[in-house]
């Protein structure tokens, strides 16, 4: 036999001549085209490729893949004839490479997630839903809303959403705009257009029938990658194929001691290659959901629940936290190091102790004894957002029952907050004094809307802050009262189809429309502006320092105060202005004016 490609997944090889799965052939599941399709398989010669000879298969008769034996078997490693050359594995270290820990870790971890999981509606709608594109729709949503979204924040949109589009067809038949008004504060818009998208070329494609493999609906479908697809297909087909995610990554990397940047190549591959060894054959989905759920509520980033693992005699991070403690401790005591290494036998990697294993961590980042499991994984260093200055002008006039109206724009169709609305916006340089920036503001908004605005009435605002995930945004804020009851009602004209859609908007439709979380906070600024230019000022000069007797208590109860007196104090009303209160009995300062 001629080595081919070692299979993770099998612990087996393919051949060259036998190009599928060494294992089960054809007929495997996962490797069932293995070189196209199987990750797991694709992984070891990625790796192989990475390490370029510096990585250490494991050895007959060492650490755990001594246990096995023969050739071309289950969890055994390669047994090399002489006719076959010697790829470059990674160190059994990290790999899983024993049938019976393997099994062990499987039991362990569905056994915890049958016991404990979170009741989330997108799971209960998994379980229950028989029709499987339905089910696999469900999936697909709760997947994308959970990318770079906290559960907490996901589960009432996808409630809202399953409730007004619950089947591809409706979501298929929604505009753009209803999906983004749904989707309006939930961030990376791009996701709820790239969902519709996707929901459109099933139904008119492929004749509403959702792809049916992991391979096909990355395949297919717009926006849906390895992970989102793995995903789908584990938990809607029952697919036995891994997905890794962030929580994931970060399981793994603690349970192997994989701690090199876990963006780079070598360690994606890895990661990819033991998630499809580990994924149960029975329960994919359950189980992919049980690795997530472990990483999200236990091997949390920072204080990870060790003690509560259910993996964690399968957990190297956690043995080697217990060695340096063990060591540390017969140091402390003056004892000799121990000669008995911890039970079972782990044996390190080879290759990172000399600084040249590409899943190991770089040998300039020692062992950080105050981190524990939390060496692992290191953080690639984050690429700082870059600062933008944006002008914007807020303009406002009388609706037709004297309510506020508000003029808003629709954003271009591509790009940052795609097809949302906003109050009309202008990139403007850092370093545009006040004025060039009313006058620029001013003319953007008479070329986009056709509404006249004289750049001396503008009023400054102040500035809000929102960071996008690339962005650091400030938005300086104007506002502007138009005279009259219906002053300036700017259309999109139809001889200039280049200008952006606009409409007037009262405040509970702008609430309700597409519209990003910055826009509402640039709202909230203009209002906490006006009510503050309402409030009463009336309070004297006089009045300052002179003590009024026995009106501590009372003020403070009978304004929207907080806190007691006691030396001279400030305490904020809700209103955002400051009430001066001296020594107990003495008011110094109060802005509204009022006396008890
Ligand atoms: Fe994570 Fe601790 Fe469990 Fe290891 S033992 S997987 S570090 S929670
Ligand atoms: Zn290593």
Same mark, same amino acid.
């Given at each position: 036999?001629?080595?081919?490609?070692?299979?993770?997944?099998?612990?087996?090889?393919?051949?060259?001549?036998?190009?599928?799965?060494?294992?089960?052939?054809?007929?495997?599941?996962?490797?069932?085209?293995?070189?196209?399709?199987?990750?797991?398989?694709?992984?070891?010669?990625?790796?192989?490729?990475?390490?370029?000879?510096?990585?250490?298969?494991?050895?007959?008769? *060492?650490?755990?893949?001594?246990?096995?034996?023969?050739?071309?078997?289950?969890?055994?490693?390669?047994?090399? =004839?002489?006719?076959?050359?010697?790829?470059?594995?990674?160190?059994?270290?990290?790999?899983?490479?024993?049938?019976?820990?393997?099994?062990?870790?499987? *039991?362990? &971890?569905?056994?915890?997630?049958?016991?404990?999981?979170?009741? &989330?509606?997108?799971?209960?709608?998994?379980?229950?839903?028989?029709?499987?594109?339905?089910?696999?729709?469900?999936?697909?949503?709760? $997947?994308?809303?959970?990318?770079?979204?906290?559960?907490?924040?996901?589960?009432?949109?996808? @409630?809202?959403?399953?409730?007004?589009?619950?089947?591809?067809?409706?979501?298929?038949?929604?505009?753009?705009?209803?999906?983004?008004?749904?989707?309006?504060?939930? /961030?990376?818009?791009?996701?709820?257009?790239?969902?519709?998208?996707?929901?459109?070329?099933?139904?008119? $494609?492929?004749?509403?029938?959702?792809?049916?493999?992991? $391979?096909?609906?990355?395949?297919?479908?717009? /926006?849906?990658?390895?992970?989102?697809?793995?995903?789908?297909?584990?938990?809607?087909?029952?697919?036995?194929?891994?997905?890794?995610?962030?929580?994931?990554?970060?399981?793994?990397?603690?349970?192997?001691?994989?701690?090199?940047?876990?963006?780079?190549?070598?360690?994606?591959?890895?990661?990819?290659?033991?998630?499809?060894?580990?994924?149960?054959?029975?329960?994919?989905?359950?189980?992919?959901?049980?690795?997530?759920?472990?990483?999200?509520?236990?091997?949390?980033?920072?204080?990870?629940?060790? %003690?509560?693992?259910?993996?964690?005699?399968?957990?190297?991070?956690?043995?080697?936290?217990?060695? $340096?403690?063990?060591?540390?401790?017969?140091?402390?005591? /003056?004892?000799?190091?121990?000669?008995?290494?911890?039970?079972?036998?782990?044996?390190?990697?080879?290759?990172?102790?000399?600084?040249?294993?590409?899943?190991?961590?770089?040998?300039?980042?020692?062992?950080? =004894?105050?981190?524990?499991?939390?060496?692992?994984?290191?953080?690639?260093?984050?690429?700082?957002?870059?600062?933008?200055?944006?002008?914007?002008?807020?303009?406002?006039?009388? =609706?037709?029952?004297?309510?506020? +109206?508000?003029?808003?724009?629709?954003?271009?169709?591509?790009?940052?907050?795609?097809?949302?609305?906003?109050?009309?916006?202008?990139?403007?340089? #850092?370093?545009?004094?006040?004025?060039?920036?009313?006058?620029?503001?001013?003319?953007?908004?008479?070329?986009? @809307?056709?509404?006249?605005?004289?750049?001396?009435?503008?009023?400054?605002?102040?500035?809000?802050?929102?960071?996008?995930?690339?962005?650091?945004? @400030?938005?300086?804020?104007?506002?502007?009262?138009?005279?009259?009851?219906?002053?300036?009602?700017?259309?999109?004209? +139809?001889?200039?189809?280049?200008?952006?859609?606009?409409?007037?908007? @009262?405040?509970?439709?702008?609430?309700?429309?597409?519209?990003?979380? %910055?826009?509402?906070?640039?709202?909230?600024?203009?209002?906490?502006?006006?009510?503050?230019?309402?409030?009463?000022?009336?309070?004297?000069?006089?009045?300052?320092?002179? #003590?009024?007797?026995?009106?501590?208590?009372?003020?403070?109860?009978?304004?929207?105060?907080?806190?007691?007196?006691?030396?001279?104090?400030?305490?904020?009303?809700?209103?955002?202005?400051?009430?001066?209160?001296?020594?107990?009995?003495?008011?110094?300062?109060?802005?509204?004016?009022?006396?008890?």
């Amino acid at each position: 036999m001629v080595c081919g490609v070692w299979s993770i997944d099998h612990g087996a090889w393919s051949t060259a001549s036998s190009p599928q799965c060494a294992v089960h052939g054809s007929s495997c599941t996962v490797h069932s085209a293995w070189s196209t399709a199987c990750g797991a398989c694709q992984t070891m010669g990625r790796l192989r490729a990475a390490a370029a000879g510096i990585g250490r298969r494991p050895q007959p008769g *060492t650490g755990p893949a001594k246990r096995s034996s023969g050739r071309c078997r289950e969890t055994t490693a390669p047994q090399r =004839g002489a006719s076959c050359p010697a790829p470059a594995q990674p160190s059994a270290f990290h790999l899983f490479v024993d049938t019976a820990e393997i099994e062990a870790f499987r *039991t362990s &971890l569905l056994a915890w997630y049958d016991r404990c999981k979170r009741d &989330l509606p997108w799971r209960r709608l998994a379980e229950s839903e028989p029709d499987v594109d339905r089910r696999a729709y469900s999936v697909w949503v709760s $997947e994308v809303m959970l990318q770079q979204t906290q559960v907490a924040t996901v589960m009432d949109y996808y @409630t809202r959403w399953m409730q007004k589009w619950p089947t591809l067809q409706a979501l298929a038949d929604a505009s753009l705009e209803e999906v983004n008004a749904l989707w309006a504060g939930l /961030g990376y818009y791009s996701r709820g257009k790239r969902l519709q998208e996707g929901a459109r070329k099933v139904v008119s $494609e492929l004749a509403g029938r959702m792809p049916r493999t992991a $391979e096909e609906l990355q395949k297919l479908l717009p /926006g849906v990658g390895r992970y989102t697809a793995g995903a789908i297909a584990s938990i809607s087909y029952g697919q036995a194929t891994g997905v890794v995610d962030g929580n994931v990554t970060r399981v793994l990397c603690r349970l192997r001691c994989l701690g090199a940047d876990t963006s780079s190549p070598p360690v994606t591959e890895h990661l990819w290659g033991l998630a499809h060894t580990l994924v149960d054959r029975a329960r994919p989905g359950d189980f992919n959901q049980a690795l997530m759920e472990l990483g999200a509520t236990v091997c949390s980033p920072k204080a990870p629940l060790c %003690a509560e693992c259910p993996v964690r005699p399968h957990c190297w991070a956690q043995r080697r936290v217990e060695k $340096e403690l063990e060591v540390a401790s017969r140091r402390l005591l /003056g004892k000799a190091p121990s000669s008995c290494p911890p039970e079972p036998d782990i044996e390190e990697c080879a290759a990172g102790a000399s600084g040249s294993c590409p899943l190991c961590p770089p040998a300039l980042e020692p062992w950080d =004894g105050s981190l524990r499991v939390a060496n692992f994984p290191r953080k690639a260093a984050k690429k700082q957002p870059r600062a933008e200055r944006t002008a914007t002008c807020v303009l406002e006039r009388s =609706g037709r029952r004297g309510e506020p +109206e508000f003029l808003i724009v629709q954003r271009p169709s591509s790009g940052l907050l795609a097809g949302l609305w906003e109050f009309p916006s202008l990139l403007v340089a #850092p370093e545009l004094k006040e004025k060039q920036q009313r006058e620029a503001l001013a003319g953007h908004v008479r070329a986009q @809307t056709g509404t006249a605005v004289a750049a001396g009435r503008l009023r400054h605002v102040g500035e809000v802050v929102h960071v996008f995930s690339h962005i650091h945004q @400030t938005y300086v804020v104007y506002s502007l009262l138009l005279d009259g009851p219906r002053a300036a009602a700017p259309v999109k004209r +139809e001889e200039e189809p280049e200008l952006p859609a606009s409409r007037w908007v @009262t405040k509970a439709d702008f609430q309700a429309a597409a519209v990003s979380t %910055a826009m509402k906070k640039v709202l909230q600024a203009c209002e906490r502006q006006s009510r503050e230019e309402k409030m009463p000022r009336t309070v004297s000069t006089s009045a300052w320092a002179r #003590p009024v007797s026995g009106t501590t208590a009372q003020h403070v109860s009978a304004l929207p105060c907080v806190g007691r007196a006691g030396g001279v104090s400030s305490f904020p009303h809700a209103q955002g202005t400051t009430c001066l209160l001296g020594p107990p009995g003495h008011l110094l300062f109060c802005p509204w004016g009022l006396r008890p």
